[in-house]
């Protein structure tokens, strides 16, 4: 990474991602994916120190191994797979441990927390995520990223807090799963990545 490229996602959130890639990806697989980008794999424990570059990289490289359906699938996983390390970093700053949230009905305590997460991607990677209620349904619209200037980029990042607020919604509702879909993509040509969440869980 260079002075005149920052990442806008701090490092401990990218380290959170990295992890949640080692829980999706066996070594051997994170290796080649490192490779065919052309970007260096820290070691277990090593944080990575890319830049806005190398994330473009890993996004392209994404596609190339598993073409589009199948990377927005990786990243819906990694997603998943990285709820519970941003609830540990940043969790009870953002108020997942307090009491009030806690002992919220389960809607209001869903709607809360997606207000809760969307303030954590705004410090902690300039994402500004607006959240707004339908009649049966919220919306989560990514209405603001710098760092998702490049289309595969956007939709990797969509995807990823698609598979992370379906993980969330689950943890939140004591296992209860929301019907959490994609219905808006810059990266088809939509004015902004738009994720529909249902208020009523599924069972």
Not at 63 to 83: I, K
Not at 107 to 130: D, N, P, S, T
Request: aromatic share 8%; proline share 3%.
């Amino acid at each position: 990474m260079t002075e005149s490229e920052p990442s806008n996602c701090s490092a401990q959130m990218i380290q959170i991602v990295l992890e949640g890639a080692r829980e999706v990806l066996d070594s051997a697989e994170l290796a080649v994916l490192f490779e065919t980008a052309g970007v260096q794999l820290p070691g277990a424990g090593q944080s990575f120190n890319g830049g806005a570059g190398d994330v473009r990289l890993l996004a392209a490289a994404l596609d190339t191994r598993y073409g589009v359906l199948g990377a927005r699938g990786a990243a819906v996983r990694v997603g998943q797979a990285s709820f519970q390390g941003v609830v540990r970093a940043f969790g009870s700053e953002g108020g997942f441990e307090a009491e009030e949230y806690r002992l919220l009905p389960v809607r209001k305590r869903a709607r809360a927390g997606l207000e809760k997460l969307a303030a954590i991607f705004y410090c902690a990677c300039g994402i500004k995520v607006a959240v707004t209620a339908e009649p049966d349904a919220w919306l989560w619209t990514l209405a603001d990223c710098e760092y998702c200037q490049d289309p595969r980029i956007e939709s990797a990042v969509s995807h990823f807090m698609l598979g992370l607020l379906r993980e969330y919604l689950a943890w939140s509702s004591g296992g209860k799963v929301f019907q959490v879909e994609e219905t808006a993509c810059r990266a088809n040509g939509d004015p902004n990545c738009v994720i529909r969440i249902q208020r009523l869980p599924l069972d």
